[in-house]
């Protein structure tokens, strides 16, 4: 039995309805008979943060990730606060150098974080673990405004939640 990192985002008055709809809908369309179903049902509830500014979602997730996978690894200079990135210059595929080149632009942004949004971070990381919680925060406006557009939602009162965890399979 292992576990998978989850996106998922949910529309609601709150987060606590967005993440009631989100695992509704994982139980629909994964079924109510497998419990290890790899989905935000899975989970043991959520907690919210406020997400950096000056990140996209792909890119917060991407950084708990590595906070998650390099505290027990050599791959985080804790004195700097920074991960470390190995300088490489051949590439499998395309794909390969673009994961690298998105990595590298992560972490140009991470060294212009503040302390304060490195320890929402590092905290968040800590906390979202298998058959834990999973984390929530609100969308941008910009994001909310084209699922608002997507799915005829326009003077619904609510607004977009993103949802991030591991789930277990």
């Known amino acids: 039995m292992g576990a998978w990192a ?3 985002e949910a529309f609601g008055k709150d987060a606590t309805e967005a993440y009631g709809c989100a695992v509704s809908d994982a139980l629909i369309g994964y079924g109510h008979q497998d419990g290890y179903n790899g989905t935000i ?5 959520f907690f919210t943060v406020v997400k950096p500014k000056s990140l996209t979602n792909g890119e917060f997730t991407q ?3 590595w906070a998650q996978s390099d505290m027990e690894s050599t791959m985080w200079d804790f004195g700097l606060n920074v991960p470390v990135l190995k300088q490489r210059r051949k590439f499998a595929s395309d794909g390969d150098r673009a994961y690298y080149h998105s990595e590298r632009a992560l972490l140009t942004k991470w060294k212009r974080l503040t302390s304060a949004e490195k320890k929402v971070i ?3 990381a800590r906390t979202v673990q298998k058959w834990g919680p999973c984390v ?3 969308a941008d406006r910009r994001q909310e405004t084209t699922y608002r557009e997507r799915f005829d ?3 619904k009162r609510g607004g977009l939640w993103y949802f991030f965890g591991w789930a277990v399979c």
């Open 6 to 8: 989850f996106t998922d």
């Open 41 to 45: 049902s899975t989970t043991a509830g």
């Open 63 to 65: 950084a708990i990730v």
């Open 122 to 124: 590092m905290d968040t």
């Open 136 to 138: 929530a925060w609100r």
């Open 153 to 155: 939602l326009k003077g």
